[in-house]
């Protein structure tokens, strides 16, 4: 069967995020102050064909944590869908 899944990975809480950062500060150049605490992350989408929901979910969490994401200074969370 075919599952989609959607990760969001992003940077622990404890970290700074330069990118973050940057963007809260120019948001009251842009004249929005009301923004700040900007936190930058990735988004990803990605297919894979599994027999079970539970099997996809067990490839998925170890793409994330071998490949896609880096667990010393980014936490992941993700969503499974199975393709209609």
Do not use: W
């Not at 899944?5 to 809480?13: G, L, R, T």
């Amino acid at each position: 069967m075919k599952y989609f899944a959607e990760i969001d990975v992003m940077p622990h809480d404890a970290l700074l995020d330069p990118q973050g950062k940057a963007v809260s500060g120019s948001m009251k150049n842009l004249g929005l102050p009301e923004i700040s605490n900007v936190r930058i992350g990735k988004h990803i989408r990605l297919e894979i064909d599994a027999a079970t929901e539970e099997a996809a979910k067990e490839k998925v969490d170890q793409a994330c944590k071998q490949l896609l994401s880096n667990p010393i200074m980014e936490g992941y969370r993700f969503e499974l869908h199975a393709a209609d």
